[in-house]
């Protein structure tokens, strides 16, 4: 079967930097998508990725390893906005997104 | 109006009752979806429409039934449902359906059913 692994929930400090982990067995790859969502509010895109490596973005950077199924998003300079639910997703042979559970990440100042 | 929208927001129903729920895209996308959304389960992909064509139905119960008159409208109606349906309801669109075409979504209903 298919699955997306995120860990449920992370604690970081304000101003510090956070890496949300993302490992995944599909049946083929055509990318892979982070997304934000507050609680209450809509998903919003973060990154694209479909190559290896690292992609930046602001304070936030996606990493991806085809051959290791795995990916990450690197967080720096955490705001006390950041805290969400950051959910991962892959795209696969068919172009269905799958869907991971979604970490939710909670900035303490 | 802009991005995707979704009415009405919150919904509580009855299990006999009947209901719509409906999305708009301002976007200009091809491609809409719905998704059902439980506490701490992954985003479940319902129904797929692409160029108002339905493409994708992922063995969802017949009492969720969805329509697209065009590319930018889409329903999901409702009917008999049961209580373990309750969840938030998301619409999404994007420009295709291959990959890198990120999805737009809208903030979803969040339907309630006693």
């Known amino acids: 079967g298919q699955n997306i692994d995120q860990p449920t929930e992370m604690t970081a400090t304000e101003g510090a930097i956070v890496q949300i982990n993302c490992t995944y067995q599909?049946?083929?790859?055509?990318?892979l998508f982070w997304y934000q969502q507050h609680a209450g509010e809509a998903p919003t895109f973060l990154s694209y990725n479909v190559l290896d490596g690292l992609e930046e973005k602001g304070r936030f950077s996606s990493f991806l390893s085809r051959s290791k199924g795995y990916s990450y998003l690197l967080l720096k300079e955490l705001q006390m906005k950041d805290s969400a639910s950051y959910l991962c997703a892959v795209m696969d042979s068919n172009y269905q997104l799958i869907w991971g559970a979604g970490t939710k990440l909670i900035i303490k100042p | 109006e802009t991005g995707v929208t979704q009415t009405p927001r919150h919904l509580v129903m009855g299990m006999t009752n009947k209901k719509s729920l409906k999305c708009e895209q301002h976007?200009?996308?091809?491609?809409m979806y719905w998704y059902k959304q439980s506490a701490k389960k992954p985003l479940e992909l319902m129904f797929v429409?692409?160029?108002?064509?339905?493409?994708e139905n992922n063995s969802v119960p017949s009492r969720f039934s969805p329509e697209c008159p065009n590319s930018s409208h889409l329903f999901l109606h409702l009917h008999t449902l049961q209580p373990e349906d309750s969840a938030l309801y998301l619409c999404a669109s994007s420009q295709g359906t291959s990959g890198g075409n990120e999805q737009f979504f809208g903030p979803g209903t969040r339907l309630t059913v006693l």
């Open positions: 976007l200009g996308h091809n491609a």
């Open positions: 429409y692409n160029f108002k064509e339905q493409t």
């Open positions: 599909t049946s083929g790859f055509n990318g």
